[in-house]
């Protein structure tokens, strides 16, 4: 569990996700129709390396993964729900994509994710977007000294269910700082005042994944590439935060390189 006892390790995870924000913000400025995922990757990596920082994510394997990560940058397109691996399809009009990136900063590590649209999209993708990111606030609103992991489940699967979209149960948000996973798993549904408790100086990535439809996902035969099980599409947004005797701070706050 990734916890900051000094406001020396606090203010190198606060640099983290500032630089992190700043890179994915130039990121989604290339999402137009005409790139592909492979385009955005190296973007991505180009600018990560520039500023003297890692990419997390690349050569990283899971437990359960056969192979370390292929990129930087996770690139999941209408229905894959997460961990798209870039390639060279081409971004259409009115698609939506799904960009998750971590980065290494002095030893800490911080995690964030947009759906972003391509152009012109529909009013259900808009209605889609719109939903998680707002379920994403909900989560970081619910997330205190003192709480609990069920807090913030409660208040992103309450909000998803109100709008008739669903959440994908297998997946959630989980501690970040030291490590790119680590404990506690944060669903994203639960009950009030379950789960860990949540302390001062924990580090957090919360991330929402709506989808349209159902909440099914299967996993792809490149063995990191959620997809849905209907077709429909997915959204993911996600921030980092650090719990604080006032609440939660968010670090992957929107800033300049």
Same mark, same amino acid.
């Given at each position: 569990?990734?916890?900051?006892?000094?406001?020396?390790?606090?203010?190198?995870?606060?640099?983290?996700?500032?630089?992190?924000?700043?890179?994915?913000?130039?990121?989604?400025?290339?999402?137009?129709?005409?790139?592909?995922?492979?385009?955005?990757?190296?973007?991505?990596?180009?600018?990560?390396?520039?500023?003297?920082?890692?990419?997390?994510?690349?050569?990283?394997?899971?437990?359960?993964?056969?192979?370390?990560?292929?990129?930087?940058?996770?690139?999941?397109?209408?229905?894959? !729900?997460?961990?798209?691996?870039?390639?060279?399809?081409?971004?259409?009009?009115?698609?939506?994509?799904?960009?998750?990136?971590?980065?290494?900063?002095?030893?800490?590590?911080?995690?964030?994710?947009?759906? !972003?649209?391509?152009?012109? !999209?529909?009013?259900?993708?808009?209605?889609?977007?719109?939903?998680?990111?707002?379920?994403?606030?909900?989560?970081?609103?619910?997330?205190?000294?003192?709480?609990?992991?069920?807090?913030?489940?409660?208040?992103?699967?309450?909000? !998803?269910?109100?709008?008739?979209?669903?959440?994908?149960?297998?997946?959630?948000?989980?501690?970040?700082?030291?490590?790119?996973?680590?404990?506690?798993?944060?669903?994203?549904?639960?009950?009030?005042?379950?789960?860990?408790?949540?302390?001062?100086?924990?580090?957090?990535?919360?991330?929402?994944?709506?989808?349209?439809?159902?909440?099914?996902?299967?996993?792809?035969?490149?063995?990191?590439?959620?997809?849905?099980?209907?077709?429909?599409?997915?959204?993911?947004?996600?921030?980092?935060?650090?719990?604080?005797?006032?609440?939660?701070?968010?670090?992957?706050?929107?800033?300049?390189?």
């Amino acid at each position: 569990m990734a916890v900051m006892h000094t406001e020396t390790e606090k203010n190198k995870v606060r640099e983290s996700g500032r630089r992190l924000a700043a890179v994915l913000d130039k990121v989604i400025e290339k999402v137009v129709p005409g790139v592909s995922p492979r385009e955005l990757d190296e973007y991505t990596e180009s600018l990560i390396r520039r500023h003297g920082d890692k990419p997390a994510f690349l050569g990283y394997q899971p437990t359960v993964a056969t192979r370390p990560y292929p990129a930087s940058l996770c690139v999941s397109i209408n229905n894959e !729900v997460v961990h798209g691996i870039p390639d060279d399809r081409k971004l259409k009009e009115g698609d939506i994509v799904g960009l998750d990136l971590g980065i290494v900063h002095d030893g800490f590590i911080t995690d964030m994710a947009r759906t !972003v649209p391509v152009g012109k !999209v529909d009013e259900t993708a808009k209605k889609l977007l719109e939903t998680t990111q707002e379920a994403l606030k909900a989560g970081i609103e619910a997330a205190h000294d003192g709480g609990h992991v069920g807090d913030i489940g409660h208040a992103i699967g309450t909000l !998803v269910k109100e709008s008739g979209f669903s959440v994908v149960e297998e997946l959630g948000g989980h501690a970040v700082g030291r490590k790119v996973h680590e404990d506690p798993f944060i669903p994203n549904f639960g009950a009030r005042g379950t789960g860990a408790e949540l302390k001062e100086g924990m580090v957090l990535a919360l991330e929402p994944i709506v989808n349209e439809g159902s909440g099914e996902v299967e996993l792809d035969k490149d063995g990191y590439t959620f997809k849905t099980k209907d077709g429909k599409r997915s959204a993911h947004f996600e921030d980092t935060i650090l719990i604080t005797k006032n609440g939660a701070e968010i670090i992957t706050k929107k800033a300049a390189l």
